[in-house]
């Protein structure tokens, strides 16, 4: 019963180092995202995907990329990592079919950047 | 743009007792959704009840139950009998029909101690 999965769980980069973030799900959801969450904050978006190819702007997507090549599957990459991106990242699916569909969230990933 | 505040950072309450989280939104929309998620020490997203806006009852799920007031655009979770697991930082979120990727907008949270 895997859900969302992400990986890594834990990493440490210096400033200007880049890295990918792994979002895998196994429950078929069209959609898809990417949030991070700062201490004393909620959950920001930063991009989100609608299906496999297609990926949108949420939030606050600057210094981030994505993509969806597979269905399953949604990147999150860091070009070149600065010490404002250090944050835990949630990845989340959702069905997209009727917008009461909630969204299924991994267990995040802290990164953080020195 | 829609905005979810929680205007409580904190809240204690003693085992077995009641406790009301609150949340407060900002739109100009008449349809729409709203969700509380809890989020214990393990980090994990969990979500708790759901409310549709065109439904006047209020949403209940076991201990948890809601008090959904739209014109006041109010939005307060509550926990009876509180239990020592339900320790956790709890997130209001409202998500609007009208935007293509179903996306949420997340309050600030409040962290909920549970005292035994």
């Known amino acids: 019963n895997a859900g969302v999965t992400q990986t890594p769980k834990f990493r440490v980069l210096k400033t200007g180092q880049s890295m990918t973030l792994l979002c895998a799900q196994d429950?078929?959801?069209?959609?898809m995202y990417w949030y991070r969450q700062d201490p004393g904050m909620g959950l920001r978006l930063i991009h989100y995907?609608?299906?496999?190819?297609?990926?949108a702007k949420g939030e606050v997507p600057d210094g981030y990329n994505v993509s969806r090549l597979k269905k399953q599957n949604f990147l999150l990459g860091l070009e070149s990592a600065a010490p404002s991106q250090t944050s835990v990242y949630f990845c989340?699916?959702?069905?997209?079919?009727?917008?009461?569909?909630?969204?299924?969230f991994g267990d995040g990933t802290r990164l953080s950047i020195l | 743009a829609q905005t979810v505040t929680q205007s409580q950072p904190e809240m204690s309450v003693q085992e077995a007792e009641t406790v009301t989280l609150s949340c407060t939104y900002d739109?100009?929309?008449?349809?729409?959704?709203l969700f509380w998620y809890k989020q214990p020490p393990s980090r994990q997203m969990i979500l708790v009840i759901r409310?549709?806006?065109?439904?006047?009852q209020n949403a209940t799920e076991n201990r948890f139950s809601v008090n959904f007031q739209k014109a006041a655009k109010s939005f307060s979770l509550k926990i009876s009998d509180s239990q020592l697991g339900d320790a956790a930082m709890y997130f209001c979120?409202?998500?609007?029909?009208?935007?293509?990727?179903?996306?949420?907008?997340f309050g600030g949270g409040t962290r909920l101690m549970v005292k035994p």
């Open positions: 989340a699916s959702s069905s997209g079919g009727t917008r009461n569909q909630p969204q299924h």
């Open positions: 429950m078929n959801h069209e959609y």
């Open positions: 995907s609608v299906g496999e190819g297609t990926t």
């Open positions: 739109t100009s929309e008449s349809d729409y959704y």
């Open positions: 409310q549709e806006a065109y439904k006047q």
């Open positions: 979120a409202y998500r609007s029909p009208q935007n293509a990727g179903n996306m949420l907008t």
